[in-house]
């Protein structure tokens, strides 16, 4: 079973930056591909970055790209979300998700296995 924890949300204003952590005490977290999430009030969850088991891979939404980086230290069994050059749009609950998901189908939330309670992050104008 892996119970993942989120972490490091938080209130900033825009141009600013954070960054939210993913955390497992699951021995096979390693194993699988993590993305993040996101939902904002009154909006669908998204899709925002994922990378893949061995961190040789990642993507990202349009909206974020060039703005936000994912990264993963195995051995600490932690994925990092770097935010970046924050913009209101982004506010919302973030989520990471983990799971031997299908790269095709990689934005799907359906995919994933495992999931966080989530952590605010507010940006405000």
């Known amino acids: 079973q892996v119970q993942l924890v989120e972490s490091g949300g938080g209130l900033v204003q825009a141009g600013g930056s954070l960054s939210v952590s993913c955390t497992t005490s699951?021995?096979?977290?390693?194993?699988?591909?993590v993305a993040w999430f996101r939902q904002a009030p009154g909006k669908e969850r998204e899709f925002v970055s994922l990378i893949n088991w061995l961190g040789s891979n990642t993507d990202y939404t349009d909206s974020v790209k060039g703005r936000f980086t994912i990264s993963r230290d195995n051995a600490k069994n932690t994925v990092y979300l770097q935010m970046n050059s924050l913009k209101p749009e982004d506010t919302g609950v973030y989520y990471c998700a983990a799971g031997s998901v299908a790269w095709h189908i990689r934005t799907v939330g359906t995919a994933y296995n495992y999931w966080g309670h989530g952590t605010q992050v507010t940006v405000s104008s």
């Open positions: 699951g021995r096979t977290f390693g194993t699988y591909n």
